[in-house]
């Protein structure tokens, strides 16, 4: 068992050193951000172990599960959810993750590693998108989001300003950032287009008529609430509870 891309993490000619290199570039890897704290925690521990060997090689399973201080049958639980980090057969498997770069010298001067470009956009991108959102909530659930969505950025940035001068939020009712990308609400469009007014808000109610706007009557604002699974309280009144709908429909 060994390594992806051990070259990332270790130069240096002399095995078993005191250190290993972290790179920044984890910040904006979605793996490392889905990785539970304490796969996280066995994964840094495993990089420290293939230290000392050659070319990020590691012991077998019975010497790490001893060093780790865990089980054999543990360890191999671990390794499950960290087999995107890891290979056994195929020493040219390279990790998507990391490029390769040149060894460093023994003077400990780093060269300069080549970012994908490809995930440095996506990381430029979603940081666009977070610095426009007024909401900032969930920031790590919102980047495996985008990751997975993967939307157009210039179709994201037009719907979010428009959207920032929609009633609906400029009253405070903003759905979370996760929400918003999880419902691909860069595709809304405006309540009025070339076409006329959209269906944003209708709604069918209890007699099967349709309602172009829920919000404007009591009737509207029951039957979203019953969509909700939002209810009026004893004694509340209609406002009260259509600002309570209201919310419940922003935060999705």
């Not at 069918?204 to 979203?224: H, L, Q, Y």
């Not at 609430?225 to 509340?236: D, S, T, V």
Request: proline share 5%; charged share 30%.
């Amino acid at each position: 068992m060994k390594i992806k891309n051990w070259n990332k993490f270790q130069h240096f000619k002399d095995r078993n050193p005191p250190w290993i290199k972290l790179y920044r570039d984890l910040l904006n890897d979605p793996d490392w951000h889905n990785l539970d704290g304490e796969s996280a925690k066995t994964l840094v521990m495993i990089w420290l172990l293939a230290s000392e060997s050659k070319d990020g090689e590691l012991p077998s399973n019975d010497k790490i599960a001893f060093r780790l201080r865990i089980s054999e049958s543990q360890l191999k639980q671990k390794l499950t959810k960290l087999s995107g980090w890891l290979y056994q057969d195929d020493i040219n498997v390279i990790s998507e993750r990391y490029q390769d770069d040149a060894p460093e010298t023994e003077t400990e001067t780093e060269t300069e590693v080549k970012v994908d470009k490809k995930a440095s956009t996506h990381a430029i991108n979603f940081n666009k998108f977070w610095s426009l959102y007024p909401k900032k909530t969930g920031k790590q659930k919102c980047l495996s989001l985008w990751t997975k969505k993967k939307p157009p950025i210039e179709i994201v940035l037009k719907a979010v300003a428009w959207q920032q001068r929609s009633e609906q939020w400029k009253k405070g009712f903003i759905p979370n950032p996760s929400t918003w990308l999880n419902e691909g609400r860069w595709e809304d469009e405006p309540l009025e287009s070339a076409g006329g007014h959209k269906d944003t808000y209708s709604i069918k109610v209890a007699s099967g008529e349709k309602i172009i706007d829920w919000r404007a009557s009591e009737e509207g604002t029951n039957a979203k609430g019953k969509e909700l699974n939002i209810f009026p309280n004893p004694g509340e009144g209609f406002k009260e509870f259509r600002q309570r709908v209201l919310q419940g429909e922003a935060n999705g």
